[in-house]
Nanobody
């Protein structure tokens, strides 16, 4: 069982930055992949960024060059640094982990970008 707790969401003006955190209840090096997803009102949940156990990262085209996923193994925490935010980034952001063939989700954190 893996528990994921997100934090760091909020309201920011366009062009601003936020950093989301996802604290895991297990050693993150035992987790195959950790991801950030987002879901805007009326839209499907979409994958934003991924980091693998080996440290490889991947991003959705819409956030490349603006967002960065990283991790702190000492804190069992994955981060999503979001820069140059636009109103189109407004969504609930979810942390996801695939651990021993099971998917785990955090509760979500709201990010609202005002124009």
């Amino acid at each position: 069982q893996v528990q994921l707790v997100e934090s760091g969401g909020g309201l920011v003006q366009a062009g601003g930055s936020l950093r989301l955190s996802c604290a895991a209840s297990v050693n993150i090096f035992t987790i195959n992949t950790m991801d950030w997803y987002r879901q805007a009102p009326g839209k499907l949940r979409e994958l934003v960024a991924t980091i693998t156990r080996g440290g490889s990262t991947n991003y959705a085209d819409s956030v490349k060059g603006r967002f960065a996923i990283s991790r702190d193994s000492a804190k069992n925490t994955v981060y999503l640094q979001m820069n140059s935010l636009t109103p189109e980034d407004t969504a609930v952001y979810y942390c996801h982990a695939n651990h021993r063939l099971t998917d785990y989700w955090g509760q979500g954190t709201q990010v609202t970008v005002s124009s």
